[in-house]
């Protein structure tokens, strides 16, 4: 091969690499920043449902009591309680 030849080309791991890059940015737009003015609202978050509120509290209780996390939720199935069917982040 020329030296002309091998300055124009790109290894595949770069193409790969570029390509995912992209694919990446896309995601993130697509993720972040269209539904933004939805979760942001008034300078607070909204949360959307139920889920959003549990995972707040779980992470309320961890942060207050680290660094174990509840087992019991007496809130989980009210009026009953029940235990937290697994463990948060592991």
């Given at each position: 091969?020329s030296?002309?030849?091998?300055?124009g080309?790109?290894?595949?791991?770069?193409l790969v690499?570029?390509?995912?890059?992209?694919?990446?940015?896309?995601?993130?737009?697509?993720?972040?920043?269209?539904?933004?003015?939805?979760?942001?609202?008034?300078?607070?978050?909204?949360?959307?449902g139920?889920?959003?509120?549990w995972?707040?509290?779980m992470?309320?209780?961890?942060l207050a009591?680290?660094?174990?996390?509840?087992?019991?939720?007496?809130?989980?199935?009210?009026?009953n309680?029940?235990?937290?069917?697994?463990?948060?982040?592991?």
């Open positions: 091969m030296a002309a030849n091998k300055i080309k790109l290894p595949a791991a770069a690499a570029i390509i995912l890059s992209i694919i990446c940015g896309i995601s993130l737009y697509i993720r972040i920043a269209l539904p933004y003015d939805q979760i942001f609202v008034n300078g607070t978050v909204w949360f959307n139920v889920d959003p509120w995972h707040m509290r992470v309320d209780n961890l009591h680290f660094p174990h996390h509840i087992s019991f939720d007496p809130y989980y199935y009210f009026p309680g029940m235990v937290v069917p697994s463990a948060m982040f592991f």
